[in-house]
């Protein structure tokens, strides 16, 4: 019975889904599913190990789907066909307020949960393309991430910076996992990342093939903040991968959970309750569960107002008043 459980469990892992229904209650909540990103980034494996967690201390069915992430999720919560989902809190905000991507069509059918942790930009290139700044973008091959993802608004507000456009380059559109794939066959000279560090697949791709962490700092970088002020500065460690020997400037937003209004309320206030008052068990499932935290865990939810639920939960614990 072990066996075939577990092979089942590799299954839904390989299919990019993975449901969770813990201690043989989940017949008292409803069904939440939950979209996340691409299985390659943090999206997918941290919404993994909330969705454990949650369901083994609530009882809640919690069903895991790999997406194409921040743009895609909101518009699965508009069709109806997510409950839950990460989202970088840039593009949250302006699905709420109808702007960017989303100019001239305000969302309205999701709430904040709470702040999980901060995404920094990262900038990926082969070592051999001379890529060393992005001015050096023009008339290479750059993956800006999936259409319609949040590496997307991030990588064209860094470009736009930079005063590069969408015709300076050869764009490619593709997913952590494919971006690394073709820089280690050749086919980009370099890729948009916006994830906690590090990224399994760049430490994946750097056991491989020699590679540089592009900054993002200087003027550009004070322009950008100015003019999108959820991007904040941020410094990777040195050595988060193989062969990056010093820190890199770059720039920061946040990745926060959503609820789609429809949950109700008691529901996200137990869900709520289950993600802070076990955030040591989902630290141990997740590197990034460290960050999560009272305090910033209610920052950087921009326009978009709290779940009524989780707001109570949050009152009660003195993380809003």
């Given at each position: 019975m072990k066996k075939v459980l577990l092979i089942g469990l590799v299954l839904l892992l390989v299919s990019g889904m993975v449901v969770f229904a813990g201690g043989g209650r989940q017949t008292e909540h409803p069904r939440l599913r939950m979209a996340t990103g691409g299985t390659a980034g943090t999206y997918f494996p941290f919404g993994t190990a909330i969705g454990q967690v949650v369901s083994e201390h609530t009882g809640i069915q919690i069903i895991i789907e790999s997406t194409g992430a921040s743009r895609a999720n909101i518009q699965l919560h508009e069709a109806g066909e997510a409950e839950l989902s990460i989202v970088q809190n840039d593009v949250a905000d302006y699905a709420w307020m109808g702007g960017?991507?989303?100019?001239?069509?305000?969302?309205?059918?999701?709430?904040?949960?709470?702040?999980?942790?901060?995404?920094?930009?990262?900038?990926?290139?082969?070592?051999?393309?001379?890529?060393?700044?992005v001015a050096d973008f023009r008339g290479r091959s750059i993956s800006i991430g999936d259409v319609g993802s949040g590496v997307e608004f991030n990588a064209r507000h860094v470009l736009e910076a930079y005063g590069i456009g969408m015709n300076d380059f050869n764009v490619q559109n593709l997913g952590?996992?494919?971006?690394?794939?073709?820089?280690?066959d050749g086919r980009i000279d370099a890729f948009f990342a916006t994830s906690g560090v590090p990224i399994p697949a760049v430490i994946d791709l750097a056991t491989t093939r020699d590679i540089v962490i592009v900054p993002v700092?200087?003027?550009?970088a004070a322009n950008l903040m100015r003019n999108h002020p959820f991007y904040t500065?941020?410094?990777?460690?040195?050595?988060?991968?193989?062969?990056?020997?010093?820190?890199?400037?770059?720039?920061?937003?946040?990745?926060?959970?959503?609820?789609?209004?429809?949950?109700?309320?008691?529901?996200?206030?137990?869900?709520?309750?289950?993600?802070f008052e076990n955030q040591p068990q989902l630290a141990a499932a997740h590197a990034r569960g460290h960050d999560l935290n009272r305090t910033d865990g209610v920052q950087g939810m921009g326009n978009v107002p709290f779940h009524p639920g989780s707001l109570r939960y949050l009152r009660e614990i003195g993380a809003i008043r």
């Open positions: 960017d991507f989303f100019q001239g069509t305000r969302h309205r059918s999701f709430n904040a949960v709470a702040g999980l942790y901060p995404e920094p930009v990262q900038i990926i290139a082969s070592a051999a393309s001379g890529i060393r700044t952590f996992a494919a971006s690394a794939d073709a820089l280690r700092d200087g003027q550009q500065p941020f410094t990777i460690p040195a050595n988060s991968y193989r062969g990056q020997t010093a820190a890199v400037t770059t720039i920061t937003i946040k990745a926060i959970l959503v609820a789609s209004t429809s949950v109700p309320e008691e529901t996200m206030y137990q869900f709520t309750k289950a993600l």
